[in-house]
């Protein structure tokens, strides 16, 4: 798979000039092998991927579990986790590790996690991920793309809902072993501002303090937010 620059590249300096290329009406949707394309680049993706479970994912990693949380911004049983998820779902098959036509296995699942991750937590560019995964841009930009779909379809009815009844029970028992037996927040809490005349500023914090009691609703004890104008 080549990035869209060589392409490009092609079809302004390499094609005769009146010339008609008859392969683009074949093309594939990322181009695909086609007379007259420079080869695809020789990345080595197999050593790198090699090289990164050798780093982080095997019996005896070089990296400890500190440095994985640093880096990866999680626990390496979360990451673990969600690798998992996404190869055994049965609705998208992409982060399956798969053969390509020539039979070369292709982008390890941890490959392809890592790369939408460094994007997410670093805003690596895909130059950077190309020279740490060994991932042409075309390609890192599906995987970001198609790693948040599926994780929002995946787990969001579980971690993106607002919190029930029983999930405030256990939050409150979990901060009871930790000494904190007390409510999630104060009964009947008020905050007021005051501010020395009404001016527009005054509407438009009452209207973000109406926003900020209405996302707390859910909530057991209410808290109320009010702007007074002297």
């Known amino acids: ?70 880096r990866f911004r999680m626990r390496r049983n979360l990451f673990e986790l969600i690798t998992i998820a996404l190869v055994e779902d049965e609705e998208c098959s992409y982060f399956v590790q ?64 607002k919190p029930t009844k029983d999930d405030l029970k256990i939050l409150l028992a979990e901060n009871a072993e930790r000494g904190f037996p007390v409510s999630v927040r104060p009964k009947a809490t008020s905050v007021d501002v005051t501010l020395p005349s009404r001016k527009p500023l005054a509407k438009t914090l009452n209207a973000h303090l109406e926003y900020y009691n209405n996302a707390f609703e859910f909530l057991p004890c209410p808290v109320n937010y009010g702007v007074s104008m002297q």
């Open 98 to 161: 798969r053969s390509d036509a020539t039979g070369r296995a292709g982008f390890l699942p941890e490959q392809k996690v890592t790369c939408a991750l460094r994007m997410l937590a670093y805003g690596a560019s895909a130059d950077q991920l190309d020279e740490l995964i060994r991932m042409a841009e075309s390609t890192v930009l599906e995987t970001l793309k198609l790693f948040c779909k599926n994780i929002i379809r995946l787990f969001g009815p579980e971690y993106l809902r």
């Open 1 to 70: 798979m080549d990035d869209d620059s060589e392409e490009e590249y092609y079809f302004t300096y390499m094609l005769p000039e009146g010339g008609v290329d008859n392969t683009s009406a074949v093309r594939g949707k990322h181009g695909g092998s086609t007379k007259g394309r420079r080869a695809n680049k020789e990345r080595d993706r197999e050593m790198w991927g090699e090289r990164l479970m050798s780093d982080y994912f095997n019996d005896n990693p070089v990296y400890d579990d500190d440095d994985f949380r640093r």
